[in-house]
């Protein structure tokens, strides 16, 4: 076998890597020529470069941690080859090649058996891919290593494409701040989130079945109203598409909209504290013809005082929400994608009743002309007062702009922009953005909100307060459901205990730094059994979503450890483990006592 063909069957018996299709341009314009002497060079605008295998040993991997390493550049095999040999076997490798004819030379003339024997992923693609493979990575147990990541530049890239090299470790900065805020909600915050759950549980009964709603207006456009400042100039417009198109509108544009004799389809909402139902539901009474959307986590006063119809879904890929479908025994897709915020909500359920397109409007996820300038007219934050008392201490910075230039932004805009942007790329949607204002959002078509009624709204659609008239509701009761949450209460003490015996055993650890190597081999062995409970975590759904930012604390910290037995390590190692423990028992409590309570008002 030829050593193309060795390379393919390497690259191809691992699902993980990702392989773009070759730039042409890039390909006619960039060539890699060998000299006189056999040096290779990377002829590219009449420059060349030499390539060249030259270790950097002042950047070496830990062998002693487990890291995440993201290796740029693939012809230097040799240097990959030694990292290998240097770094510890539980690290993680990540090769990025985002130049396809530095890759397409490698993978017919270098040697790539190392990718097999280290279970590296290569990544060999356009940079501007690059965000969507590691959304996917990091969904795997990659996530331990985020605290522990380690650059690595192969010799190109370090001396000649130092441009390249600055683009994929902002991709990668990026994609990392953006998982560790999607995981990073202290216990406390998810027993929060829990504990309104299950107050509201009662309520889910009341709620038409998410599983019948999919795909029930497929290929109808959908205009989801958010409420950024951009709304004020394009409103009017709405008038005249809201027959021709499904309107789901954000809870803080609700108000407005109905003022302007705009009946929203959908209201939507996420927040679950009390200023959301003071602000936005409180004494108002909403258009009969108006469905509140929103999951179990909302005020309760919300569910309590709407008096329409409701439509309660699950989070996707949520673990909280995939155990209560389990011990539930509900079969069907009874997850829209609700992400982080009210306008995802209104995205969300876009994409669950098969609209398309989906057109986005008011979605600036920018400051408009101004600092004070946040939100469209018509809704709470006309009080200035109040808008910059909300606003004021959050730092703002530059991103690309809808036309073009840049906008300011904040941190947790730009993280809701980055969620769009993975919903629509990752399930191949079409979008339209018709903000005209704000930031750019990638992967969508840009058109005014008056193109896109003659392009995609010219005819008016069903209507959806029928549609929905005709979908049943949960097939709950209370009286099951009062069943599962006793029976889940039990299984839970149970576990309980589990951790609390774990938790004593920890504890009672005596070591310092003159014990001796047997006593540290002996409290290390007992330290190293609390590995069978992230495993307990692991494999239940509810305690995966309430602890997970306390075991994923956990590990980062133990990988941060050197693996090497001393007293000063172990006892770093005991105090982690403990620290994990103690949280692991305190939440267990609570989720014990919350079914308890939930158990009751069943």
Same mark, same amino acid.
């Given at each position: 076998?030829?050593?193309?063909?060795?390379?393919?069957?390497?690259?191809?018996?691992?699902?993980?890597?990702?392989?773009?299709?070759?730039?042409?341009?890039?390909?006619?314009?960039?060539?890699?020529?060998?000299?006189?002497?056999?040096?290779?060079?990377?002829?590219?605008?009449?420059?060349?470069?030499?390539?060249?295998?030259?270790?950097?040993?002042?950047?070496?991997?830990?062998?002693?941690?487990?890291?995440?390493? +993201?290796?740029?550049?693939?012809?230097?095999?040799?240097?990959?080859?030694?990292?290998?040999?240097?770094?510890?076997?539980?690290?993680? @490798?990540?090769?990025?090649?985002?130049?396809?004819?530095?890759?397409?030379?490698?993978?017919?003339?270098?040697?790539?058996?190392?990718?097999?024997?280290?279970?590296?992923?290569?990544?060999?693609?356009?940079?501007? &891919? =690059?965000?969507?493979?590691?959304?996917?990575?990091?969904?795997?147990?990659?996530?331990?290593?985020?605290?522990?990541?380690?650059?690595?530049?192969?010799?190109?890239?370090?001396?000649?494409?130092?441009?390249?090299?600055?683009?994929?470790?902002?991709?990668?900065?990026?994609?990392?701040?953006?998982?560790?805020?999607?995981?990073?909600?202290?216990?406390?915050?998810?027993?929060?989130?829990?504990?309104?759950?299950?107050?509201?549980?009662?309520?889910?009964?009341?709620?038409?079945?998410?599983?019948?709603?999919?795909?029930?207006? @497929?290929?109808?456009?959908?205009?989801?109203?958010?409420?950024?400042? %951009?709304?004020?100039?394009?409103?009017?417009?709405?008038?005249?598409?809201?027959?021709?198109?499904?309107?789901?509108?954000?809870?803080?544009?609700?108000?407005?909209?109905?003022?302007?004799?705009?009946?929203?389809?959908?209201?939507?909402?996420?927040? $679950?504290?009390?200023?959301?139902?003071?602000?936005?539901?409180?004494?108002?009474?909403?258009?009969?013809?108006?469905?509140?959307?929103?999951?179990?986590?909302?005020?309760?006063?919300?569910?309590?005082?709407?008096?329409?119809?409701?439509?309660?879904?699950?989070?996707?890929?949520?673990?909280?929400? *995939?155990?209560?479908?389990?011990?539930?025994?509900?079969?069907?897709?009874?997850?829209?994608? *609700?992400?982080?915020?009210?306008?995802?909500?209104?995205?969300?359920?876009?994409?669950?009743?098969?609209?398309?397109?989906?057109?986005?409007?008011?979605?600036?996820?920018?400051?408009?002309?101004?600092?004070?300038?946040?939100?469209?007219?018509?809704?709470?934050?006309?009080?200035?007062?109040?808008?910059?008392?909300?606003?004021?201490? *959050?730092?703002?910075?530059?991103?690309?702009?809808?036309?073009?230039?840049?906008?300011?932004?904040?941190?947790?805009?730009?993280?809701?922009?980055?969620? +769009? &942007?993975?919903? *629509?790329?990752?399930?191949?949607?079409?979008?339209?953005?018709?903000?005209?204002?704000?930031?750019?959002?990638?992967?969508?078509?840009? @058109?005014?909100?008056?193109?896109?009624?003659?392009?995609?709204?010219?005819?008016?659609?069903?209507?959806? %307060?029928?549609? =929905?008239?005709?979908?049943?509701?949960?097939?709950?009761?209370?009286?099951?459901?009062? $069943?599962?949450?006793?029976?889940? $209460?039990?299984?839970?003490?149970?576990?309980?205990?589990?951790?609390?015996?774990?938790?004593?055993?920890?504890?009672?650890?005596?070591?310092?730094?003159?014990?001796?190597?047997?006593?540290?081999k002996e409290a290390l062995k007992k330290i190293d059994k609390t590995e069978e409970f992230f495993g307990i975590i692991l494999n239940n759904w509810l305690l995966r979503h309430c602890l997970q930012p306390a075991m994923i604390n956990s590990v980062w910290n133990l990988y941060d450890v050197e693996r090497l037995i001393i007293?000063?390590?172990?006892?770093?190692?005991?105090?982690?483990?403990?620290?994990?423990?103690?949280?692991?028992?305190?939440?267990?409590?609570?989720?014990?006592?919350?079914?308890?309570?939930?158990?009751?008002?069943?």
């Amino acid at each position: 076998m030829d050593l193309l063909s060795r390379n393919i069957d390497i690259l191809s018996s691992n699902p993980n890597h990702s392989i773009g299709i070759p730039d042409a341009s890039e390909l006619t314009q960039k060539k890699i020529m060998v000299d006189d002497v056999g040096e290779e060079f990377l002829i590219s605008q009449d420059q060349a470069f030499p390539l060249k295998n030259v270790f950097d040993y002042t950047n070496q991997p830990n062998p002693r941690k487990r890291e995440m390493i +993201f290796v740029i550049g693939i012809y230097s095999t040799e240097e990959i080859r030694q990292i290998i040999q240097i770094k510890s076997s539980e690290s993680l @490798l990540v090769i990025i090649e985002p130049s396809a004819t530095i890759f397409n030379h490698t993978l017919q003339y270098g040697d790539l058996s190392f990718i097999n024997s280290s279970g590296a992923v290569l990544f060999a693609d356009r940079i501007s &891919e =690059l965000p969507l493979f590691l959304d996917k990575f990091l969904l795997s147990d990659a996530i331990f290593y985020l605290k522990t990541i380690k650059f690595y530049f192969t010799h190109y890239y370090r001396e000649f494409d130092i441009t390249s090299s600055i683009a994929i470790v902002k991709v990668i900065k990026e994609a990392v701040q953006y998982k560790t805020f999607i995981y990073g909600n202290s216990v406390e915050d998810s027993l929060i989130g829990f504990r309104q759950h299950m107050k509201n549980l009662k309520h889910l009964p009341r709620s038409k079945d998410v599983a019948l709603l999919k795909n029930t207006m @497929l290929n109808v456009p959908a205009i989801v109203v958010s409420a950024g400042p %951009s709304l004020n100039k394009n409103i009017k417009q709405l008038q005249h598409l809201k027959n021709n198109a499904v309107i789901i509108a954000v809870d803080t544009i609700a108000q407005r909209l109905c003022d302007e004799g705009i009946i929203p389809d959908f209201i939507c909402s996420i927040e $679950r504290g009390i200023e959301t139902y003071t602000y936005f539901y409180e004494g108002k009474t909403y258009p009969a013809e108006s469905t509140l959307v929103g999951p179990l986590v909302l005020y309760p006063e919300v569910f309590n005082e709407f008096s329409g119809e409701v439509v309660i879904p699950m989070r996707e890929n949520v673990g909280e929400f *995939i155990w209560l479908k389990e011990v539930m025994e509900l079969k069907g897709d009874y997850s829209i994608s *609700i992400g982080l915020s009210c306008a995802h909500v209104a995205f969300g359920v876009a994409e669950h009743i098969g609209a398309s397109p989906i057109i986005l409007i008011g979605q600036d996820l920018a400051y408009g002309s101004s600092p004070v300038e946040t939100h469209a007219g018509g809704t709470i934050y006309d009080d200035k007062e109040l808008t910059m008392s909300m606003y004021a201490e *959050i730092e703002t910075f530059e991103t690309e702009g809808y036309y073009g230039g840049t906008v300011a932004t904040t941190e947790i805009w730009n993280t809701f922009r980055t969620w +769009f &942007e993975m919903e *629509i790329a990752n399930k191949k949607l079409n979008v339209v953005n018709a903000t005209e204002g704000g930031a750019k959002i990638a992967y969508s078509e840009q @058109l005014s909100l008056e193109e896109v009624g003659y392009k995609y709204c010219s005819e008016n659609i069903p209507s959806v %307060s029928k549609v =929905l008239k005709s979908i049943a509701n949960y097939p709950l009761d209370n009286v099951k459901m009062k $069943r599962v949450i006793r029976e889940q $209460r039990n299984y839970f003490m149970d576990i309980k205990l589990q951790f609390e015996q774990q938790q004593k055993q920890v504890r009672r650890l005596k070591i310092n730094d003159f014990s001796s190597e047997k006593e540290i081999k002996e409290a290390l062995k007992k330290i190293d059994k609390t590995e069978e409970f992230f495993g307990i975590i692991l494999n239940n759904w509810l305690l995966r979503h309430c602890l997970q930012p306390a075991m994923i604390n956990s590990v980062w910290n133990l990988y941060d450890v050197e693996r090497l037995i001393i007293p000063a390590n172990v006892m770093q190692a005991r105090d982690i483990n403990l620290g994990f423990l103690d949280v692991s028992v305190y939440t267990l409590n609570e989720i014990v006592s919350i079914l308890e309570a939930a158990a009751e008002t069943l």
